[in-house]
């Protein structure tokens, strides 16, 4: 499985990016996608996660401000991030779960920074 992430990037604080990710390979169709960040010196955290169906997760940090979305039939999952704050500022991580397997994708850099 891979995962090929794009969008990221230098944005001002306010502004607004969109990141996404398309999965290959082998996978059950019914798995739950995700991204989740790295701040430099932090752990990795969960930002958003959302269900073959449907149904999604949001870290608190960005409740209100990002909105997850998916492609079943592309295999692909969005992440639209706004009113972006320098805290956002991190490496995203694209993440596939399959019955308990993690994929991960390589990072994208988001900077929020004026």
């Known amino acids: 499985v891979q995962l090929q992430a794009s969008g990221g990037g230098l944005v001002q604080p306010g502004g607004s990016q969109r990141l996404s990710c398309a999965a290959s390979?082998?996978?059950?169709?019914?798995?739950?996608m995700g991204w989740y960040r790295q701040a430099p010196g932090k752990q990795r955290e969960l930002v958003a996660t959302?269900?073959?169906?449907?149904?999604?997760n949001y870290a608190d940090s960005v409740k209100g401000r990002f909105t997850i979305s998916r492609d079943n039939a592309k295999s692909t999952v969005s992440l639209q991030m706004n009113s972006l704050k320098p805290e956002d500022t991190a490496v995203y991580y694209c993440?596939?779960?399959?019955?308990?397997?993690?994929?991960w994708g390589k990072g994208t850099q988001v900077t929020v920074s004026s």
């Open positions: 959302i269900t073959s169906s449907g149904y999604t």
């Open positions: 993440n596939l779960n399959s019955y308990g397997i993690a994929y």
């Open positions: 390979g082998s996978f059950f169709r019914s798995n739950l």
